[in-house]
């Protein structure tokens, strides 16, 4: 049972590179989500998907863009790292858009970018 | 602006109680959470409160108060498994969680 996996699970990443990281859901959820965790700061939406197809801009999507060719994935790109990115990624779904009960949390991307 | 506010750092002992406070000021209210994030790894769902009153699930209960815009999360019968950080979050009327920076339980033997 593998529920969200993510990769790479640590990077560390040159300033002004690209960089994909990966989300795959067997869960069949509908929808998907990337946070962003910061030491003293909450989880920070940085986009989500409702459902295959759609995505939309959570509260800090500068920098980053997603795709949501089919329910299971939901890769984030950063376009040019800027020591800013430095995080820990967190991808998540959940059952039901909307009113939704549980978020499922993969383990995490640590990203680096010096 | 959307606000959670909860305790950084909280200390107890193995064995004892502790009550883990949250309040909130957010656009509308569709439910509130608690998620359990161990140190390095992803958060997990603990509990969810739409309702007032509290929500029992083994040793650890959840309070909701909407009108006070208040919620605690109370652990029973502390373990030393149970240090992490707890993670409040509401639901704002967009259905979007807003997230509170998390309160880190220490547990002492």
């Known amino acids: 049972i593998a529920g969200i996996t993510q990769a790479p699970t640590s990077q560390i990443l040159a300033a002004g590179r690209r960089m994909t990281l990966r989300c795959t859901q067997d869960m069949r959820h509908n929808a998907m989500y990337w946070y962003r965790q910061d030491l003293g700061l909450g989880l920070r939406l940085i986009h989500y998907s409702n459902t295959a197809g759609t995505t939309g801009k959570g509260e800090v999507p500068d920098g980053y863009s997603v795709s949501r060719a089919n329910t299971d994935d939901f890769p984030l790109t950063l376009a040019s790292a800027v020591p800013s990115q430095t995080s820990v990624y967190f991808c998540a779904s959940s059952g039901t858009s909307g009113n939704t009960g549980e978020l499922f949390f993969g383990e995490g991307s640590r990203l680096t970018v010096l | 602006g959307q606000n959670i506010d909860q305790p950084t750092e909280m200390t107890a002992t193995e064995g004892a109680i502790v009550q883990i406070n949250c309040t909130y000021q957010?656009?509308?209210?569709?439910?509130l959470f608690w998620y359990q994030q161990h140190a390095g790894e992803a958060p997990t769902f603990l509990s969810y409160?739409?309702l007032d009153g509290l929500e029992e699930k083994g040793r650890f209960s959840s309070f909701l108060s909407r009108s006070k815009g208040y919620s605690y999360l109370l652990l029973k019968e502390l373990q030393m498994k149970d240090s992490a950080s707890y993670l409040c979050?509401?639901?704002?009327?967009?259905?979007?969680?807003?997230w509170g920076a998390g309160t880190k339980l220490i547990i002492k033997p």
């Open positions: 979050a509401v639901m704002d009327s967009n259905y979007q969680l807003i």
């Open positions: 957010t656009s509308g209210f569709n439910g």
């Open positions: 409160n739409v």
